[in-house]
């Protein structure tokens, strides 16, 4: 599956892009809200799967229209909790460390701050789990999902789209890197995706992407961590990052990641 070959559905707010691949489709909708947000489902057969729920009011109006005439039979919600709002009435599947990241843990404490930071244009309620879920494959609406648990939450892997989801990738965008450690280990997820042969890599914060995309991001997150080795600190760290990506969107992220390197 190529990630450049879709339709466009336009929403009140963002827009929709429509993958096909025989019997089963994937809706990648583009909310053009604050965070670069990206929701995703999956149908096949009439039965649809909602992946990551939008978070602002008006993605949520603008996909409840959307979504209306699809029957959907569940939400796989991992890294992000907020905007229970949306399809409230079905089923949310989650891990456990999932479940206490939106409510207890590092997912909660975003969520307060991007309360704060949006007031009420977000939707801070979180989604009440229904059924907790496990490593390994889940059926939902007839649609194979494999379920891989992480430190914070869970990835996704959907083999009748040779695709995987995961939180961040983003090939030309800052993203969030908790440390050198965490760019290790984000480079050896991204080789095994290269491994696997991936088509497609969904993320929260972009478009689809691609391996190509991926090996992009293991360079950078290789590059981070030597301009991290020779900073003196979080602003020394951030300029030379800033000036070795200068292309780069997501200032906000390298922020967060300038203070996790320096905390």
């Not at 995703?40 to 009439?46: C, G, H, P, Q, S």
Request: charged share 25%.
């Amino acid at each position: 599956m190529d990630k450049n070959n879709y339709s466009t559905v336009k929403l009140e707010k963002g827009e929709v892009h429509v993958y096909g691949c025989g019997a089963i489709k994937l809706h990648a909708y583009k909310t053009d809200d604050f965070l670069s947000d990206e929701v995703f489902i999956v149908e096949k057969n009439d039965n649809a799967v909602v992946i990551e729920p939008p978070c602002f009011l008006d993605n949520i109006a603008a996909l409840n229209k959307y979504v209306k005439k699809m029957n959907v039979v569940g939400m796989l919600v991992a890294y992000h909790g907020a905007g229970a709002s949306f399809l409230p009435q079905i089923p949310k599947y989650a891990t456990q460390n999932a479940k206490e990241y939106s409510q207890v843990g590092g997912g909660k404490a975003l969520i307060d701050n991007f309360t704060a930071t949006f007031g009420n244009l977000f939707d801070s309620s979180i989604h009440k789990i229904t059924d907790i879920i496990e490593d390994g494959k889940i059926t939902l609406g007839g649609i194979d999902f494999e379920i891989k648990q992480t430190e914070e939450a869970f990835d996704i892997a959907i083999p009748e789209l040779n695709a995987v989801y995961t939180h961040m990738l983003g090939h030309d965008c800052h993203s969030i890197v908790a440390g050198a450690q965490h760019a290790d280990a984000i480079v050896n997820q991204l080789k095994d995706y290269i491994a696997k042969g991936y088509s497609l890599i969904l993320t929260s914060h972009y478009t689809p992407e691609d391996l190509k995309d991926a090996q992009t991001k293991i360079d950078y997150l290789k590059r981070l961590k030597e301009l991290a080795e020779n900073s003196e600190n979080a602003n020394d760290f951030k300029a030379k990052a800033k000036k070795a990506f200068p292309e780069y969107g997501g200032e906000n992220y390298l922020d967060m990641t300038s203070a996790m390197f320096f905390k």
